[in-house]
């Protein structure tokens, strides 16, 4: 079973910069999409970042465009978003997930999770 392992939250200061890591076991190749979505405080989850591991198409959701990376490692199995110019808008409990296809993703989101990682944005 695939499982999944964030890590790389912490206390950041607002306009820093920070990169988040996860750590995936288990997946076949049939796991082709991994990505990031977050949660903040009195808020629902929402999506941040994917990547199709082979051939590396990216998405990135609105609030993160232009200034975050999605990648991962050349074995696959380590996935990681590096996020700039934070605000406190970026304060978050952050989820790493992963689907077996990009159409999986699209149409029913991830299909396993991490546990979260807590980035928390001060001034």
């Known amino acids: 079973q695939v499982q999944l392992v964030e890590s790389g939250g912490g206390l950041v200061q607002a306009g820093g910069s920070l990169r988040l890591s996860c750590v995936v076991s288990?997946?076949?190749?049939?796991?082709?999409?991994m990505g990031w979505f977050r949660q903040a405080p009195g808020k629902e989850r929402e999506f941040v970042a994917a990547i199709k591991l082979t051939g590396g198409y990216r998405v990135y959701a609105d609030a993160v465009k232009g200034r975050s990376i999605i990648s991962a490692d050349n074995a696959m199995e380590t996935m990681y978003l590096r996020l700039n110019n934070l605000s406190a808008d970026d304060t978050a409990v952050y989820y790493c997930?992963?689907?077996?296809?990009?159409?999986?993703?699209?149409?029913?989101?991830?299909?396993?999770w991490g546990k979260g990682t807590l980035v928390t944005v001060s001034s």
């Open positions: 288990g997946r076949t190749t049939s796991t082709d999409t």
């Open positions: 997930g992963a689907s077996g296809t990009w159409e999986i993703f699209r149409e029913n989101g991830m299909d396993y």
